[in-house]
């Protein structure tokens, strides 16, 4: 996006990670291990890209049996559609640590995320 360097994360495999255990793969190789990218080492990626002023986007992939390029979604985000992270968030609620991640759409128009969190 920028012409900087680039790197891309496969955000299903880092969810998998979000009950493990932290000592749950404690006998796996560990070479394996230490390049595994799990939830915790995501967040930390993405704290240290904000503290540089680095611009990180985000894309939901999706099969369209249309082929289509962007399909808005049923949670009001549109697939196939490049969102820019704006600002990053930790807090406990209800005694649990919750993260969430603003994104904003260069369209600037009615299509937005309807779910958990949204304006409404």
Known sequence: MSGGLEEVFNLKEI???LN????ANKNNN???EKYKMDHIKFWEVLLNAKKKYS??????EHVNARNEREVKLHNGLVGGHA????RLCEFKLNGEKQ???RIYNPWGNEVEWNGKWSDK
């Open 15 to 17: 969810r998998k990670t």
């Open 20 to 23: 493990d255990h932290p000592n």
């Open 30 to 32: 560990e070479k394996n």
């Open 55 to 60: 611009v990180v986007g985000c894309t939901i």
């Open 83 to 86: 969102y820019i992270c704006t």
């Open 99 to 101: 993260r969430i991640i």
